[in-house]
């Protein structure tokens, strides 16, 4: 594309770009501020035509933020406050002596991770379409439409490997087929983005950095499978994300790559932002679709799965964001070359939000297959506070919690629900010594019960059953019977529930049931909570 | 209230270009609460009239959600994270303190109307956590003197400014 061509041209007429990121994270702590400090400090050393400041999305060591990129050599620069922004352009761009006291020096933190999906996350401006294009972005379109039929581009996808990275893991390519075979018209596709698992903002963070990756994936997808309309469902809670999508469809549209006759040719499709309104059940594939529909995001019994009824009963395909960001790279390198990355039977990388009690948290992608000691203790740069690593949550509020001796665990869909977690949307969170186990299954089930729509009885009922006999256990009065109980009533509800929420909201409870049953013990027959969690406040109440 | 008031004509616009669909609630929720803060049953009412559906419906789906807010907040909002991450580093003990301190429940607000505490399910800030909103500005690695300290400044400030 010739766009492509004259960005690179302007590019590289600068011996100096300062990426400054603006995601979320960063923001919070006065990122705009030093972008703002940047731009003044150009002007006041008069480095204009030497020098781009620009503003761009994640670079991964949100805990480090404001972060700050210099390129040529990716310097990476942690903390930055706007009088360091100004030593970095005086010392650094001008005088071209980089400030060593204020790199990361962290190399481990990139060493093991692939970064395929967040291949422009923190390199380019997300409000500008010409730097996602000078990247080879929508290549990918302009190969499928002049060069593949739709068959081929579904052979492609299904040869990758590539699997929803929503949670559930469904081939991809097999769910397109489905939907491109399924009578009805028109077709619709809907892009997940209602990442509503506390703890948890890879996908979030995908948007703010490169939004056209999500709608060129839409946009391969569409021609695919046959579909004239899609709706990208964002959280509202995601003011940023929202924004940035809201430029992105703007820009796309006015260059011709949506709407109709896209790219000069009979292909068309339109897209639509929708918002969603802080409900964790959204995030289910038949609740969303409610949702859109301007319902309670309630989900129904399926079959008929959306592939063949869906919006307003038509064709539907419904992928998570990080699914559809992978799908231009697909396009460009071939299935092939995408199924020889991550593990065979588990294909590509996954992103992870790696919080909690860790050196090292902030957005990372790895290859499937990667174990979680190698992302806890390598990655993740092990425990603060050199304190005892106690559990990993891997998966959101509907997860596992698995403790020391499952770190070899390898990273894949499989392995992870055999050990009693999920993949979920990606969230990892390493918990201490100083947590409680049963307090934080707790946690996660005041959460669900909130969280449950009260469709269906197995989910409304059981899960509040669940947190009552917590509540016992809690006050010292439990009973070691209450634990069986917990087992079963876990089993009945994953069993029974009409969807993927009430299926996994046991998954916390049965896993610390599992691997941490000796601290359940001792909260019922010594009454005594190892961490020194609970009983705090009755202690407390008893003192005074 | 409603009548005479620049928002209702804007709201009722918004309503004529989503050309009344039923479909379009939950749009039509978000710019209402966009306009007038939260949903009392007058908002409620009126936007069921507008739909011809009835009010129960429409509060249906405005309760369903957490986003939309059935209460008028405060004059000044604190919202604690209570993401995984910023429990596990120690959000609910803030949390607590908050509550004794100012004498409130989590999503409810002062007698006075001064001060409410929300809670949230994410800021996505989990790197920095514990996170705690005290208006628009973010606390991040929250301590609960910080939080405690900056909540007064803000009640005194308000305090000082009436008096």
């Known amino acids: 594309m010739k766009l492509a061509e004259t960005e690179l041209d302007l590019q590289r007429a600068y011996e100096h770009r300062i990426n400054v990121c603006c995601s979320s994270g960063c923001v919070h702590f006065g990122a705009l501020k030093v972008l703002k400090a940047f731009e003044d400090a150009i002007k006041e050393f008069v480095v204009q035509k030497e020098c781009k400041v620009a503003r761009t999305g994640c670079v991964g060591t949100c805990s480090v933020g404001p972060a700050v990129v210099v390129e040529p050599g990716d310097y990476l620069y942690q903390s930055i406050t706007p009088e360091k922004a100004r030593e970095i352009v005086r010392d650094h761009v001008v005088l071209g002596l980089p400030l060593k006291n204020l790199l990361y020096s962290n190399e481990v933190f990139f060493k093991k991770q692939r970064r395929l999906v967040l291949r422009n996350s923190g390199k380019i401006d997300p409000l500008r379409i010409e730097d996602y294009i000078a990247k080879g972005g929508y290549s990918a379109l302009v190969k499928c439409l002049t060069k593949m039929s739709p068959q081929e581009v579904i052979d492609e996808v299904s040869v990758s490997g590539l699997r929803g990275r929503g949670g559930a893991g469904f081939q991809t390519g097999q769910k397109w087929n489905f939907v491109a075979r399924a009578h009805g018209s028109p077709k619709y596709i809907v892009a997940n983005l209602d990442e509503g698992d506390p703890g948890v903002f890879a996908n979030r963070i995908l948007a703010e950095a490169d939004p056209h990756a999500i709608i060129e994936g839409m946009l391969v997808a569409a021609y695919a499978i046959g579909a004239d309309k899609g709706y990208i469902y964002i959280r509202a809670e995601y003011p940023l994300a929202v924004q940035t999508l809201k430029k992105a469809l703007e820009q796309a549209t006015s260059l011709n790559l949506v709407g109709q006759n896209i790219l000069e040719t009979t292909f068309k499709f339109d897209v639509e932002l929708r918002l969603g309104a802080g409900a964790f059940v959204a995030g289910e594939e038949t609740a969303i679709l409610a949702s859109i529909e301007g319902l309670r995001a309630m989900p129904r019994p399926r079959p008929p799965y959306p592939a063949t009824s869906g919006l307003w009963r038509k064709p539907t395909l419904i992928q998570n964001v990080e699914t559809l960001a992978n799908i231009p790279l697909i396009v460009l390198n071939g299935g092939e070359w995408f199924s020889r990355i991550g593990s065979p039977k588990c294909t590509g990388t996954k992103c992870f939000s790696l919080t909690g009690e860790i050196n090292n948290p902030g957005l990372i992608e790895v290859p499937m297959g990667i174990t979680l000691r190698e992302v806890v203790f390598e990655i993740g740069g092990g425990v603060r506070d050199n304190r005892a690593f106690k559990a990993v949550l891997v998966g959101g509020p509907s997860g596992g919690c698995l403790p020391e001796t499952l770190l070899d665990l390898q990273i894949d869909y499989e392995s992870l629900t055999r050990a009693g977690a999920i993949m979920g949307s990606g969230g990892i969170v390493v918990i201490d010594d100083k947590s409680c186990m049963v307090d934080t299954a707790k946690f996660f089930i005041d959460f669900c019960v909130e969280e449950s729509c009260g469709k269906c009885s197995p989910c409304r009922a059981g899960l509040l059953k669940v947190k009552r006999i917590f509540e016992g256990i809690m006050r010292g009065e439990g009973r070691m019977e209450d634990l069986l109980i917990l087992e079963k009533s876990g089993v009945y509800i994953r069993e029974a529930s009409l969807c993927g929420l009430g299926q996994t909201a046991p998954n916390p409870v049965l896993t610390t049931l599992r691997y941490f049953r000796d601290e359940y013990a001792s909260h019922i027959v010594d009454k005594v909570c190892p961490a020194g969690k609970c009983f705090k406040n009755e202690k407390e109440a008893s003192r005074t | ?163």
């Open chain 2, 1 to 163: 209230m409603l009548k005479d008031d620049k928002r209702l004509s804007m709201l009722e616009e918004f309503v004529k270009e989503h050309q009344y669909q039923k479909g379009a609630l939950l749009e039509i929720l978000h710019k209402a609460q966009e306009l007038y803060g939260y949903f009392d049953k007058r908002l409620l009412t009126l936007i069921s009239e507008h739909l011809n559906f009835p009010t129960s419906r429409v509060y249906g789906v405005a309760s369903f959600y957490n986003f939309f807010k059935l209460k008028k907040p405060g004059e000044h909002v604190v919202t604690v994270c209570m993401g995984t991450a910023c429990y596990v580093r120690g959000v609910e003990e803030i949390m607590s303190a908050i509550e004794r301190e100012f004498n409130l429940e989590r999503g409810e607000s002062t007698a006075d109307g001064k001060l409410s505490l929300f809670v949230t399910r994410c800021i996505g800030a989990c790197a920095m956590a514990p996170n705690i909103v005290v208006d628009e500005e973010v606390i991040g690695k929250a301590t609960k003197e910080a939080v405690l300290e900056r909540i007064e400044l803000l009640l005194g400030g308000a305090k000082a400014e009436t008096s």
